[in-house]
């Protein structure tokens, strides 16, 4: 298990639940935007939300945007370590920052000392896009075995100092190569591990992407905290990461839903009546399985294993609850007539 840190009141670590993480794409300097976008991302269901702090004017807004956010904040800082002392001054939850990257070490003494005295963790964020040059031609390239030197390196400055209050990532664009990364790191150190795929792109691109590389390391108990990338709104990047948790089995606070893709045996517009369901369902946190089913092919099977369910027959379906088969009930009235049992055995639907 990777040891804890504390981030805010959110635990990353240690066992505790994979939290979900977003950046804000607003200029930090600009209080009342940042603000909205951090609200925004939190109630799409970010845990925590990371900041750019580029310059002075982005360091000075981050106590007042702390004090205001619903969330914990993370400052994201590169090569100027005075904007970290006064990030963990400013009293942000914890920093993102490459000890390696900000000049003598003097400077990460002095970020390592802020961030102890303030109780602030700092986060290595590894990225295959600025790896040191010699690792590039040590290891002809942005292998995951360039990445992991990297890491050891930044880790091995900040333990100089006596800091320990470390969380890892070693993200690039390259799904597998990202993953062996991971993997390696997971094996040599004992760290919390922030994970995604950087610079995944947008759409669709981004969503497979993030499923297949984030999917493969939770499943091998890889990862800690989550981020999905995607280029444009950020908040979409914690739907994604709370879709892919409860693809997982990580997070049950939703009903899931098992629909067939349907086939030319579907005699009801099955479709609508998924969006339906679904949209009656929105507000609902119960952890059912609810299967919406075309036929009678594979739909009473499905149907009958899921808490409830609905097999499609000629205009009209056979409704399941718990296993046992009910009814028939037109088409017309199928969606109301699936809310109508989860209502009656006590689930709140939203
Ligand atoms: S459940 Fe029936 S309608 Fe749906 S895909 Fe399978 S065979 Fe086709």
Do not use: W
């Not at 190569?177 to 094996?187: K, P």
């Not at 947008?202 to 280029?231: H, P, Q, W």
């Not at 990047?237 to 045996?265: K, Q, S």
């Not at 089913?293 to 718990?322: I, S, T, W």
């Amino acid at each position: 298990m990777t040891k804890a840190i504390h981030v805010g009141n959110v635990t990353i670590g240690g066992g505790a639940p994979v939290s979900v993480q977003s950046m804000c794409s607003t200029k930090t300097e600009d209080v009342e935007a940042t603000v909205g976008q951090i609200k925004a991302l939190a109630a799409a269901g970010c845990d925590l939300v990371r900041l750019a702090v580029p310059h002075g004017r982005a360091a000075q807004a981050l106590r007042t945007i702390r004090d205001r956010s619903p969330v914990p904040l993370v400052a994201d800082i590169h090569f100027d370590h005075r904007l970290a002392v006064a990030a963990a001054e400013a009293g942000m939850d914890k920093i993102r920052i490459n000890p390696g990257n900000i000049g003598p070490e003097e400077n990460v003494r002095r970020v390592a000392e802020a961030c102890r005295s303030a109780g602030v963790p700092i986060r290595i964020g590894i990225n295959g896009g600025s790896l040191e040059k010699p690792l590039l031609e040590k290891y002809g390239g942005p292998t995951p075995e360039a990445m992991l030197e990297s890491a050891l390196g930044h880790v091995r400055l900040l333990n100089k100092f006596g800091f320990d209050d470390i969380c890892l990532s070693l993200k690039c664009s390259d799904v597998p190569a990202t993953v062996a990364a991971y993997e390696l790191a997971a094996e040599k150190l004992d760290y919390p591990l922030h994970i995604g795929i950087t610079e995944a792109g947008g759409g669709e691109m981004a969503v497979v992407k993030a499923a297949a590389g984030i999917g493969a390391l939770l499943l091998r108990g890889i990862g800690d905290t989550l981020r999905v990338s995607m280029t444009g709104d950020p908040l979409r990047e914690p739907e994604v990461g709370i879709e892919i948790l409860r693809a997982l089995g990580l997070r049950r606070d939703a009903p899931e839903f098992i629909a067939c893709p349907t086939c030319g045996r579907t005699e009801i517009d099955l479709e609508k009546l998924y969006i339906e369901v679904q949209e009656k369902l929105k507000g609902c946190r119960a952890p059912i399985r609810v299967a919406v089913m075309g036929c009678v092919v594979n739909g009473p099977g499905e149907a009958a294993a899921a808490d409830y369910g609905v097999a499609g027959g000629k205009d009209c379906g056979l409704l399941f609850r718990k296993g046992q088969r009910l009814h028939t009930v037109p088409y017309e009235g199928l969606a109301d007539a699936l809310v109508s049992l989860l209502r009656e055995d006590g689930v709140e639907v939203g």
